[in-house]
């Protein structure tokens, strides 16, 4: 039996020490689709809605691109909403309660906060720097 959750909330607090705050970071950033989230962001001047974030990152993972005709690509709807459904529930609230991004429910506008850039500055530290192409 899979034991019940009390919030996403109490799985992302960052803690006192320098310990746990490394261990939360490391939580954040060990799921693909709260990078994505993150990164997006990054590239969208700090603020992107909820359907603009479920769209790219459905088609990231199909390995698709947008064309000019539609900005969802080869992605079908049932694969965005799956998305959108787990961003909505699950990434999105993880990222808020460290306060890596603010989510406004109303207008389901997420904010990249500095805490946010924190975590993608880690990120890169552990990827490297991009590779050039040659």
Do not use: C, W
């Not at 603009?52 to 390995?63: H, K, M, T």
């Not at 109303?106 to 500055?121: I, N």
Request: charged residues 30%; proline residues 4%.
């Amino acid at each position: 039996m899979i034991p019940l959750l009390n919030s996403p909330e109490s799985l992302t607090a960052f803690g006192d020490s320098r310990a746990d705050a490394v261990d939360t970071a490391m939580d954040l950033l060990s799921n693909r689709r709260r990078r994505a989230i993150l990164d997006s962001l990054e590239e969208s001047d700090g603020s992107a809605t909820l359907t603009e974030l479920a769209v790219e990152i459905a088609a990231q993972e199909a390995g698709s691109e947008p064309n000019a005709i539609s900005d969802h690509g080869d992605v079908s709807a049932r694969d965005r909403r799956a998305v959108r459904i787990s961003l909505h529930h699950t990434q999105i609230p993880k990222l808020a309660a460290a306060e890596a991004v603010d989510y406004d429910s109303a207008t389901e506008t997420v904010t990249l906060r500095d805490r946010g850039r924190a975590l993608l500055s880690r990120q890169e530290a552990v990827r490297g720097p991009p590779q050039e192409s040659r």
